[in-house]
């Protein structure tokens, strides 16, 4: 490898993409020559023009010149120190983003997640990794699912350097904005070329990102400057509304705040968001009603597994003060004969789950009623996947989750292909996992042949993720939960 070659490739390539200005030329060869640790350049100019292909190579070279160990997180802060030089600081990325959100807010956007991807910040190799696909599911049209292969596996011997590494609190979480340009070490993430822009949300500090690991189009996430708790309350959905006011072709949701019924990350208060069409979005009003103390606005209860009201005004406060009002009548509301209580003993049980869009210009605000009580048949929680789809997915239920996408474990891809084997009589039961294998002898009752096979799957795991949203959702989309979201909407009215 003539790495003086690959040098001048890469300058030129980023300059000729947009991201590296000509001046910068003898400056960005320079730096990027102290990372590799030569004093000089010799002729010649490499044949490629792709930079993630130029990075892997200058990461190589350092990895054969012992500059740095062929392990994970040495790989990873190196990539990351050669993609910062043709990263904008973030004085310079958010003049160029509110410049460009000028003409067009979907501009600013469009440059940001361009650049998130050029830089490598987003994993596009990794995330081309992902099994993804989609299937109908009872009333509710297509459920989406995709089985997460991007996330890269350590190797033992980064585990044990991990396991063994001093404890830092710096920065405090992976979503604090330290994180911004942070080294990162053996047991934190590289963020040298991570950026973030600077959004004011009802007059607080939030910084947005692109998720590394994207799920859907244009992943975002919103975090709060300061290092505070997850709480959903008028605040959170003030700040989805303004989310979607500076950003509408954006939608913005938050996970709930409560265990088991929350995401991951509930130390950091945060919102979720991006440019794509969920199932949940797609799906139609079962009954419209009225809300007495909110006669403006347009009221739906939405045909989805989950209990899903949908808030559709004209005036940005209104539909937030519909959705606190919600809320707050929820926190406390119980229906024992549909096995939802409030508290047991002071230990709270009820939060919603909100997501914001617009909807022809009108503000749109989604609240899904969520509760996280357990019991002795249920203790992993009565309104979470139970015992039975486990196999499948027995994580939380989160936002996304919420939505219409199934964020699926790896583990399932080589699980598939051994019910796969069974179901084609080209293995026995007993090569199946055993928490599988009473779906699969379900499966193998049922119609389907060598060129039917692998959308047959697709329909089955997509069935099992539908009985998972109906598992979550506390009035079930049957008469009896039907009647009572209705009590429920009755003891809202009669407050």
Known sequence: MNISSVIRSFVTSAIEQGWVDSLDRIYTTNRLMSLI???????GVSDSNDLLSLMDQLTQYAIEQGIIENIGYQREQFEAAVM????????????????????????????????SKSNDYIKTRNIAKNIQFN???KS?????????????????????????????NYPLCLLCMENEGYQGRNNHPARQQHRLVRLNLNDRHYGMQYSPYVYYNEHSIFLSEEHTPMKIDRKAMDNLLAIVEQLPHYFAGSNADLPIVGGSILAHDHYQGGRYTFPMEKANAYQTIKLNAFPSLKVELVEWPMSV?????????????????LL?????????????????DDTPHNTVTPVARRRNNNFELDIVLRNNRTNEAHPDGIFHPHQDVQHIKKENIGLIEVMGLAILPPRLVNEIDSIKSYLLDQADLNQVAEYHQTWAKELKNKEYDETTIDRFIEQAITNKFGRVLEDAGVFKQDESGRQAMLRFIDAFNQQ
Do not use: C, H, M
Request: proline fraction near 6%.
């Open 37 to 43: 640790q030569i004093n000089e350049l010799e002729e």
């Open 84 to 115: 910062d030089l043709l990263t904008p600081s973030p004085s310079q990325l958010n003049n160029k983003f509110w410049e460009l959100y000028q003409n067009n807010p979907a501009d600013a956007t469009d440059y940001f997640y361009e650049l």
């Open 135 to 137: 299937a109908p599911y």
């Open 140 to 168: 509710y049209g297509n459920l989406d699912i995709t089985i997460n292969l991007s996330k890269p596996e350590k190797d033992p011997k980064e585990i044990a350097l991990a396991k063994n590494a001093k404890q830092s």
């Open 309 to 325: 009201i949908r808030l559709n005004g004209a005036n940005r406060e209104e539909v937030a003060t519909a959705g606190e009002a």
């Open 328 to 344: 707050n009548f929820w926190r406390n509301y119980s229906d024992e004969s549909v096995d939802v209580l409030a508290y047991t």
